[in-house]
């Protein structure tokens, strides 16, 4: 079993940046890891996902250049740090773990911390 919980969320001036973080707990060094997002009145999106040895990754077009994804299997965390943040990225971020590949409905899922990009 795989517990996933996420931090690093807030309230972050649109240029602003954030890092958030999710420890997992169980094995998940052979898992592919991954960022959702959610905002109100909208649907759920794939925003980043990385492999189990961290030499693979994707970014949605909407975050590219701006998001990366990253990962340390010592300390079973992922991280995701955001720049050049703009009021469009506010939304309920998720980490996601399943294995092999991060599909779009993942084997497991955190809790969702809330980022706010204020204008």
């Known amino acids: 079993q795989v517990q996933l919980v996420e931090s690093g969320g807030g309230l972050v001036m649109a240029g602003g940046s954030l890092r958030l973080s999710c420890a997992a707990s169980?094995?998940?060094?052979?898992?592919?890891m991954g960022w959702f997002r959610q905002a109100p009145g909208k649907e759920r999106e794939l925003v980043a996902t990385?492999?189990?040895?961290?030499?693979?990754?994707y970014y949605a077009d909407s975050v590219k250049g701006r998001f990366t994804i990253s990962r340390d299997n010592a300390k079973n965390t992922v991280y995701l740090q955001m720049n050049s943040l703009k009021p469009e990225d506010t939304a309920v971020y998720y980490c996601?773990?399943?294995?092999?590949?991060?599909?779009?409905?993942?084997?497991?899922w955190g809790q969702g911390t809330q980022v706010t990009v204020s204008s």
């Open positions: 996601a773990a399943e294995r092999f590949v991060v599909t779009a409905s993942p084997e497991y």
């Open positions: 169980g094995r998940t060094s052979t898992y592919a």
């Open positions: 990385l492999n189990w040895a961290g030499t693979g990754s």
